[in-house]
């Protein structure tokens, strides 16, 4: 059974750090990556990264975010420096083992004074 358990979500003020980690069990997966979603916004892109190491980031976190994995655990991190209240969402964890995709249930980031 697949599982994705995301922690580090939290309350920080403007220009703050926040490590978010996802582990996963139950599969072999390719495709990791962090999405997030704000109040009335659609779900998008921050980050993913395959097994061999190659990152996509939105261009919004370029620079400020990194995303990284240790394969052996089955889990993917993205840490997040100089955080803006723009950055406020719940950040969704996302694998793709070969034909299914999983997400986790999400954590909250709140940037705010």
């Known amino acids: 059974q697949v599982q994705l358990v995301e922690s580090g979500g939290g309350l920080v003020q403007p220009g703050g750090s926040l490590r978010l980690s996802c582990a996963a069990s139950?599969?072999?997966?390719?495709?990791m990556g962090w999405y997030r979603q704000a109040p009335g916004k659609e779900r998008e892109l921050v980050a993913a990264?395959?097994?061999?190491?190659?990152?996509n980031y939105a261009d919004s976190v370029k620079g400020r975010f990194t995303i990284f994995r240790d394969n052996a655990e089955n889990t993917v991190y993205l840490q997040m420096n100089g955080l803006k209240p723009e950055d406020t969402a719940v950040y969704y964890c996302?694998?793709?083992?070969?034909?299914?995709?999983?997400w986790g249930q999400g954590t909250q980031v709140t940037v705010s004074s």
């Open positions: 139950g599969s072999i997966f390719s495709l």
């Open positions: 990264i395959n097994r061999a190491g190659t990152t």
């Open positions: 996302k694998a793709h083992t070969w034909n299914t995709v999983y």
